[in-house]
């Protein structure tokens, strides 16, 4: 259960609204999801978070599919399943195929494995890898 009611259209602050209407037109889709809806109780941190991400996530040198598995994986970590479900999908729209969802998904498994082992262990960075 949420802890803020999601705010339909027309109980948007016309700040909020017009976040709305950006969202609307970068992603080609009258539907803009539950996160904005929450997040438009606050539509000036709403505004820059919006800014901010259309920044990261936009085409650089890092194309935007690889972006997305990024997401899906600090989200797998940081255990949002929002984001784990919002960004899969997202990268599903970008052209993620079942075998690369896989791959992620193993990758990450992996990780999470020897992260914690050398946490648990505590083993000292080599040299070599220190910038």
């Given amino acids: 259960m949420g802890t803020v009611a999601l705010l339909r259209d027309d109980e948007l602050s016309p700040e ?7 969202i609307r037109a970068l992603r080609g889709t009258d ?5 904005w809806r929450a997040m438009a109780h606050d539509p000036a941190a709403m505004r820059a978070l919006w800014d901010r991400l259309r920044v990261v996530m936009a085409p650089g040198a890092l194309d935007p599919l690889v972006k997305e598995m990024i997401y899906v994986a600090v989200s ?13 999908a997202a990268a599903r ?9 896989a791959e992620l998904l193993a990758v990450i498994g992996m990780a999470m494995q020897t992260n914690g082992l050398v946490t648990g262990l505590q083993v000292e960075v080599d040299e070599v890898f220190k910038a």
């Fill in 93 to 101: 729209g970008k052209g993620m195929t079942p075998a690369q969802h």
């Fill in 76 to 88: 797998t970590a940081n255990g949002c399943s929002y984001c784990i479900h919002s960004h899969t």
């Fill in 31 to 35: 539907y803009v999801n539950n996160f």
């Fill in 16 to 22: 909020a609204a017009e976040v709305f209407a950006e």
